[in-house]
């Protein structure tokens, strides 16, 4: 079946420092969806990304999808102390819903 | 309605029993979702609901999981003859549909610890 892989699966960054997550794919994403889960929490869902190439922005998070709809990014920049938690990327096709390994963030005040 | 409840938070069963954990979704959602997630792990896909049909079981799933949504309201999922490999945290996640930025709604979870 479809997978979706992330890379780092942890990142230990300093307070104001950039981050990055990635997630690729072997085969053709219809989607992308990106969710943040606290240490102890569940999923929180932030964004959706379906066109080729499209850029999203939430404050100091910016999405990309990629030209041919097989990889993502979720770049934070100057992380804060909140930004703490696991990243996840997950995509559908058709009924099958997949979530990718997920990327630990650390921020180091 | 503020959001997906799951109960219990919390279940300790012994090798061999039945669990059964029930999820509410956001009221106006119709699609409901079971996943599983293990310590360091992504949440892993279930089931699948548009209303009161199952649309989709995952082949990971093995005949002692059943999940039901009779009214296409709230949602049960049980666990026949636990293992000790079922300890996990099920999470129940709802959405209006898919879409444009219609992502899912996740619950706190029921974390099953089988001994």
């Known amino acids: 079946g479809q997978q979706v892989m992330q890379i780092p699966q942890y990142q230990h960054v300093q307070e104001g420092e950039d981050f990055t997550t990635y997630c690729n794919s072997s085969?053709?994403?219809?989607?992308i969806q990106w969710y943040k889960q606290r240490p102890g929490g569940h999923p929180v869902f932030l964004i959706q990304?379906?066109?080729?190439?499209e850029v999203k922005k939430q404050k100091r998070l910016t999405f990309q999808f990629g030209e041919a709809k097989k990889n993502s990014s979720l770049h934070i920049t100057a992380t804060q102390t909140t930004d703490v938690g696991t990243y996840f990327c997950?995509?559908?096709?058709?009924?099958?819903?997949?979530f990718g390994t997920g990327t630990s963030l650390t921020v180091i005040p | 309605d503020t959001g997906v409840s799951q109960d219990p938070r919390h279940k300790i069963t012994k090798r061999g029993q039945n669990v059964t954990f029930r999820c509410d979704p956001i009221?106006?959602?119709?699609?409901l979702y079971w996943y599983r997630q293990t310590l360091g792990q992504g949440p892993e896909f279930l089931t699948y609901?548009?209303?009161?049909?199952?649309?989709?079981k995952s082949r990971l799933l093995s005949d002692r999981f059943s999940a039901e949504r009779p009214k296409g309201s709230f949602s049960t999922l049980e666990i026949q003859r636990t293992e000790q490999g079922d300890s996990a945290m099920y999470l129940c996640?709802?959405?209006?549909?898919?879409?444009?930025?219609?992502?899912?709604?996740f619950g706190s979870g029921t974390r099953l610890t089988v001994v």
């Open positions: 009221s106006e959602h119709n699609r």
């Open positions: 085969t053709t994403l219809s989607n």
């Open positions: 997950a995509s559908n096709t058709g009924n099958q819903f997949y």
């Open positions: 990304l379906v066109k080729s190439g």
């Open positions: 609901f548009q209303n009161e049909a199952q649309l989709e």
């Open positions: 996640a709802s959405s209006p549909r898919t879409g444009l930025n219609y992502g899912y709604t």
